[in-house]
Structure formats: C-alpha cells, structure tokens
C-alpha cells in the first residue's frame, strides 16, 4: 500500500504562485510513476502533470504548460507542484496519485483546495 498526503493549497491573486507537495509514504518502491489531477466544482476531473519514477520523465496538460512544474524531491520522498502565473481557471481540488504502471492510476490522496481570485 503506498499512503498520499497533500499540502500547501491556499488563496493567491491571479498571476500568483503556489507550490503543492504530496508526501508519499509505504511501498513506494513498487510506483512507476505519479502525478497531479484536480476537479473543479461540477467539473470531472482532470488530469494536470506526470512524472515517471525511474527515468524521471515529466508530461503537462497544455492547459498548464509553460507555467506548472513537476518535480520529486527523494531525500523528503515528495512529489511537488509548483504552479506559476496562476489563473481563476486553475481553481480546483488538486490530488496526487500514484501508479504501479504506465496504465493504472491505485493511489489516491485527499486532496488540497487551490483557489485563485481575478
């Protein structure tokens, strides 16, 4: 089992930064990759930034790309997101998760709120 926790959601004014870390503790060892979704109210949710665990290959949304950064720090075993130029549009619950392969997506974590005011 592999254990996601989110943090460092807040408010920011549009053109503001945030950064997102999502700790990931228990077999982390067995992951192929992680990433970031986030789903606005009465929206699905949808798919923001991947980073591949052992090749450290980092994949965007065209939505955020240009302006988000995937990265993993291995000594703190985090994933973090740091979200540039932000826009009233990036508001949302933003998940991490976790997969086993290139094809799944098995963990999940509870989420942290982003909201960016215009």
């Known amino acids: 089992q592999v254990q996601l926790v989110e943090s460092g959601g807040g408010s920011v004014q549009a053109g503001g930064s945030l950064r997102l870390s999502c700790a990931a503790s228990?077999?982390?060892?067995?992951?192929?990759?992680m990433g970031w979704f986030r789903q606005a109210p009465a929206k699905e949710r949808e798919w923001v930034a991947t980073?591949?665990?052992?090749?450290?290959?980092?994949f965007y949304d065209d939505s955020v790309k240009g302006r988000f950064t995937i990265s993993e720090d291995n000594a703190k075993n985090t994933l973090d997101l740091q979200m540039n130029s932000l826009k009233p549009e990036d508001t949302a619950m933003y998940y991490c998760?976790?997969?086993?392969?290139?094809?799944?997506?098995?963990?999940w974590g509870q989420g942290t709120q982003v909201t960016v005011s215009s």
């Open positions: 998760a976790a997969g086993k392969s290139a094809g799944t997506w098995d963990y």
């Open positions: 228990g077999y982390t060892y067995s992951l192929y990759r």
């Open positions: 980073r591949t665990k052992s090749r450290g290959l980092t």
